[in-house]
Nanobody
Framework: HVTLEESGGGSVQTGGSLTLSCVVSKTYSSYCMGWFRQTPGKEREGVALIAPYDVTSYSESVKDRFIISLDNTKNIVSLQMNRLKPEDTGTYYC????????????????????WGQGILVNVSQ
């Protein structure tokens, strides 16, 4: 059984920064980990993914503003979010799939295996 626990959400003004963290309860040698979000009125979308050797993939809407990283020693995947915009408001979900290492890119080819409960991010004007 795998658990993913997110932290770091909250409210911030436009242009500000937040860092989300996700503790994954299990260590994987092969993986695709990352962050998804669901904004009001829209379907859940991939934001950023990371695979072994720090191979990353970002959605066009966050590229050059967000940075995903993985601390392998602590099993923590983080998302540093800079220059936040109101359209970044939503519920952010941490996710991991041990079987997607070779296809760790956005958009994902299928639903990821394990998910966190989600954490709210609110960006105000």
């Amino acid at each position: 059984h795998v658990t993913l626990e997110e932290s770091g959400g909250g409210s911030v003004q436009t242009g500000g920064s937040l860092t989300l963290s996700c503790v994954v309860s299990k260590t994987y040698s092969s993986y695709c980990m990352g962050w998804f979000r669901q904004t009001p009125g829209k379907e859940r979308e991939g934001v950023a993914l990371i695979a072994p050797y720090d191979v990353t993939s970002y959605s066009e809407s966050v590229k050059d503003r967000f940075i995903i990283s993985l601390d392998n020693t602590k099993n923590i995947v983080s998302l540093q979010m800079n220059r936040l915009k109101p359209e970044d408001t939503g519920t952010y979900y941490c996710s991991v799939d041990p079987w997607m290492t070779g296809a760790c890119h956005l958009p994902p080819s299928r639903e990821f295996e394990y998910w966190g409960q989600g954490i709210l991010v609110n960006v105000s004007q």
